[in-house]
């Protein structure tokens, strides 16, 4: 079966620090794979998805940038964090026209 | 602009009760519609889907309703428990490979 992994579970970073998270499937290959993310009070806003490696569309100008150095691996960074780039991110990938959801990482920018 | 709009952030019911959750759309290349459920700290997961081609799909004690010529979709829950308490998220996919959410409404189930 499909799982999908993301961590750091929490992460608190000060504004201007740099940011990765990273994201892993198991149990099946070159899958769709998407960053959401969630802030508080709003729904889900999709930022980058990818349909395979080095293939990476983005959906939001910001200061992020996502990148997929192997099939399963989806990573989220970016150099310079702001205070609004605070909320819940979540990975997901694509399977039967469902999203599969990661547990999500809480980010807080302080 | 939100393409996939839910205009109830939330919503309270009586356990044993139904609970309604609207959703409406303005494409109308969307062909796929989903809900999922999220619970605070931890990933959405799947619900229901329906399909452009049906007005309706039952699982159990949920059931997803579309009405294509108003664009609009519903989840019916019945009867409501205090565990179906969580964040709803109406969802639509169609001609590619995003699939867009609505910003959620929140449901407490009052036992």
């Known amino acids: 079966s499909q799982t999908i992994h993301q961590w750091p579970a929490t992460l608190v970073q000060p504004v201007g620090s740099p940011l990765s998270l990273e994201c892993t499937v198991e149990g099946t290959s070159n899958p769709n794979l998407y960053w959401y993310r969630q802030a508080a009070g709003r729904g889900l806003q999709l930022l980058f998805y990818s349909v395979g490696i080095g293939q990476i569309s983005s959906e939001v100008p910001q200061n992020l940038s996502a990148s997929r150095p192997q099939d399963r691996q989806f990573i989220l960074s970016s150099k310079k964090l702001l205070l609004s780039d605070s909320g819940f991110y979540l990975c997901a990938w694509r399977g039967g026209g469902r999203q599969y959801f990661g547990p999500g990482t809480r980010l807080t920018v302080t | 602009d939100q393409q996939v709009k839910q205009n109830s952030p939330s919503l309270s019911v009586q356990e044993g009760r139904i609970s309604i959750l609207n959703c409406d759309y303005t494409?109308?290349?969307?062909?796929?519609f989903l809900w999922y459920k999220k619970y605070p700290a931890e990933g959405p997961t799947f619900l229901i889907s329906?399909?452009?081609?049906?007005d309706k799909n039952e699982d159990g004690r949920f059931t997803v309703f579309l009405n294509k010529s108003a664009k609009h979709l519903s989840l019916h829950i019945v009867p409501s428990q205090p565990g179906d308490s969580a964040v709803y998220f109406c969802?639509?996919?169609?001609?590619?490979?995003?699939?867009?959410f609505g910003a959620g409404t929140r449901l407490f189930v009052k036992a």
């Open positions: 329906i399909s452009s081609i049906k």
């Open positions: 494409n109308s290349m969307f062909d796929y």
């Open positions: 969802a639509a996919a169609g001609g590619g490979f995003k699939t867009i």
